[in-house]
């Protein structure tokens, strides 16, 4: 039997106005989409995040690609203990 690996992430999400668009950006993962507004910028996103995940899984990068987003994830301009000012978290749906 197969063993699956299971992998709950916190990533934080900058919501950002630009022009008649609202971007999903999560600088830890380099990973952005965008939607007319917040809910469809998510919906976006998630599914973003979703293709990202398989692809990295399948390229046998994943574990490196996090890893490297938790190092760098301190270098990030703006970043404190308390994380970005108006970032939500995201939970990518299984």
Known sequence: MA??????????????????????????????????????????????????????ERKGTLERVLLRGIRDIGDVPGRSAGGFGDARRLTPHA
């Not at 022009?19 to 998630?46: C, H, I, M, W």
């Open 3 to 56: 063993r699956i690996k299971v992998l709950s992430v916190g990533v934080d999400i900058l919501f950002l106005k630009e022009g008649k668009y609202v971007v999903a950006y999560a600088p830890a993962l380099e990973l952005s989409s965008y939607g007319r507004n917040e809910q469809t910028a998510r919906k976006a996103f998630d599914e973003a995040v979703s293709i990202f995940l398989e692809e990295t």
